[in-house]
């Protein structure tokens, strides 16, 4: 009989393609084996009455990164990290921005040397392109794609990190070329700085002004464009964190012409609005980020994109800043006027049990679809895949028991981001995941960190299976 390092038995296990009632071994730090009486174990965990899935991948992570004077992000790679894992979610992809000026192959560096060796969950970073000079261009991201590095953001908004549309283009090529994948935000940066030099001009400076100096509309645009350029370089491409059916109904129309566009939404767009932004004594700062929570119907619409199939990511945003700080939301300038209140919110903690709780609990989606929003989907739109996102013999052992009749609200209490708050306090969930394991490691126990040494490590990646696709038909 074989002997394993661990053996969880009794669980339902959920993969994006199916649930069924098996045992799940573990040996060095891979999946070795699935079925019944598969043999002993120096440890087993009875699963009876839980769920078994693959640990959660969040594609969408931003930690420490540089957002301006006097103002520093919330969490660093150990406790962005170590929060992540409390949620189940066992890798994440944060970014490494290139700011103007700066060699993007510095830029990687500098984020290594603040990640290796701090993490609790693996990590794979996407680059952020905000300079695409030549050298970037014609050297540097060859270089790094061929390293691993096989994905990367473009920014539509804000001064500093805005691409025009010749610039997008030159770095979709790029990615083509290279068989990387493009991430782009989409917001019309001159028709905001257009409606913030209004609203500034009538005296209309707070947190609540932030959502409509950011309109849908906005947002659609510059959706539309994204993949109009996409579509020109016929390059796949990403729309991260919809908020609104508009958005939404940009990418329907590219899919049904038979375009690879991946749609990405956020928890932000299901259970917050604007109205949260309107709370009084400035605490709408809390919820400013962008694009901004829109209203009801987006939510509606969002839902509709999450069980139909406009969205195959569901993501964070986690970009986490402390509200009561000088170095946070509500620094000198921030607590005087929404043009300085740093954008973002914290999520990586919260961003499962909400799937979870929303979706599978109150029986919108399936658990199948709960495994391929929240993991299989990002393994495979991010390269990773089977190596990640899937329970099979093989895989590594990352593997999340979820606890489907835990209820209790979300707290800032009991989280364990570098945030003094969370948005959304107060929600009830149930279904919370209560056991961690990364590469065989238990790093969550009974909900809590169990204390383990950070044993996350950097993946390179390979193709996005969008990528390969792409090239198969050419
Ligand atoms: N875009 C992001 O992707 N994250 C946080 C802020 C932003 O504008
Ligand atoms: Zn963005
Ligand atoms: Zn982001």
Redesign the pocket.
């Known amino acids: 009989m074989a002997h394993y390092d661990l053996i969880i038995s009794n669980g339902t296990v959920a993969t994006a393609d199916q649930v069924r009632q098996c045992d799940i071994a573990v040996k060095d730090g891979l999946i070795a084996a699935l079925g019944t009486d598969l043999g002993s174990a120096d440890r087993t965990i009875d699963a009876t009455g839980k769920i078994v899935v693959p640990g959660g991948i969040d594609s969408?992570v931003?930690i420490s990164q540089p957002s301006g004077d006097g103002i520093v992000m919330a969490d660093d790679f150990e406790s962005g990290t170590l929060s992540a894992v409390c949620g189940g979610t066992t890798t994440i992809l944060p970014?490494a921005l290139q700011q103007k000026g700066q060699s993007l192959r510095d830029v990687v560096k500098a984020y290594h040397a603040l990640a290796d060796g701090k993490c609790h969950a693996d990590v794979s970073f996407h680059l952020i392109v905000s300079d695409p000079t030549p050298q970037v261009l014609g050297q540097d991201l060859p270089a790094l794609v061929a390293d691993g590095y096989t994905s990367f953001?473009v920014?539509m908004?804000?001064e500093g990190l805005k691409l025009n549309d010749r610039e997008i283009l030159e770095t979709m090529d790029v990615a083509r070329e290279t068989g990387a994948l493009v991430m782009v935000?989409c917001?019309n940066e001159d028709a905001i700085r257009f409606l913030i030099d209004r609203h500034v001009a009538r005296g209309d400076v707070e947190p609540r002004h932030h959502a409509s100096t950011r309109p849908a509309i906005a947002e659609r645009e510059a959706t539309h464009r994204a993949i109009s350029l996409a579509e020109i370089i016929e390059t796949p491409v990403v729309i991260?964190?919809v908020s609104n059916r508009q958005a939404m109904d940009e990418i329907a129309r590219a899919r049904s012409r038979g375009r690879p566009v991946v749609g990405e939404t956020c928890p932000q767009y299901l259970v917050l609005t604007a109205d949260d932004l309107d709370k009084t004594n400035w605490e709408g700062a809390k919820f400013v980020?962008?694009?901004p929570p829109r209203d009801t119907d987006s939510q509606i619409a969002c839902w509709e994109g999450i069980e139909g199939g406009v969205f195959d990511l569901f993501s964070s945003?986690h970009?986490p800043f402390r509200y009561d700080d000088e170095a946070g939301k509500l620094n000198a300038r921030g607590r005087t006027d929404f043009r300085w209140i740093p954008?973002?919110i914290p999520g990586v903690e919260t961003r499962l049990p909400i799937l979870f709780s929303e979706g599978v609990s109150k029986g919108r989606i399936s658990l199948e679809r709960f495994v391929a929003l929240g993991s299989t989907n990002h393994a495979k739109t991010y390269g990773l895949y089977p190596q990640k996102g899937q329970i099979a013999e093989g895989s590594d052992a990352d593997l999340v028991i979820w606890d489907p009749e835990l209820e209790r609200p979300i707290s800032q209490e009991r989280l364990h981001h570098g945030a003094d708050y969370t948005p959304y306090e107060g929600l009830m969930i149930k279904g919370w995941p209560v056991e961690v394991i990364l590469r065989g490691t238990q790093v969550v126990a009974g909900g809590e960190p169990t204390g383990a040494a950070p044993g996350g490590r950097h993946l390179a990646r390979g193709k996005s299976a969008l990528v390969t696709e792409q090239e198969r038909r050419a």
Do not use: A, L, R
Request: aromatic share 16%; net charge negative; charged share 15%.
């Open positions: 969408h931003h970014f953001k920014f908004t804000y935000h917001e991260v964190h980020c962008s694009p945003d970009c954008n973002g």
